[in-house]
């Protein structure tokens, strides 16, 4: 059993940066993978980053050049640092941990956090 707390959410101007954190505690084993995906009101949870247990790094396009996905294996912790946010960026974070399955695909993953809002204004 893995539990997983997301911190960091906010509200920020559009424009400004935020970093996410996730932390993971239980029975993590080694070996997995931690994702972030989000999710607006009225859409579909959708995959935002991913890094392997190795550091390899997954982005979606949408928000590739502007969010970086980072973990320290000893701490069982990623992070999700977010630059020049966009209002479309604005959805409840996810982070979520894999032990096998395909990176951006939600139900490949095992183990989900509640959520942090994040709200990017114009």
């Known amino acids: 059993q893995v539990q997983l707390v997301e911190s960091g959410g906010g509200l920020v101007q559009a424009g400004g940066s935020l970093r996410l954190s996730c932390a993971a505690s239980?029975?993590?084993?080694?070996?997995?993978?931690m994702g972030w995906f989000r999710q607006a009101p009225g859409k579909e949870r959708e995959f935002v980053a991913a890094?392997?247990?190795?550091?390899?790094?997954y982005y979606a396009d949408s928000v590739k050049g502007r969010f970086t996905i980072s973990r320290d294996n000893g701490k069982n912790t990623s992070y999700l640092q977010m630059n020049s946010l966009k209002p479309e960026d604005t959805a409840v974070y996810y982070c979520?941990?894999?032990?096998?399955?395909?990176?951006?695909?939600?139900?490949?993953?095992?183990?989900w956090g509640q959520g942090t809002q994040v709200t990017v204004t114009s």
């Open positions: 239980g029975h993590t084993f080694s070996s997995y993978a």
């Open positions: 979520a941990v894999r032990y096998r399955g395909s990176y951006d695909y939600a139900p490949s993953y095992d183990y």
């Open positions: 890094i392997s247990w190795s550091s390899t790094t």
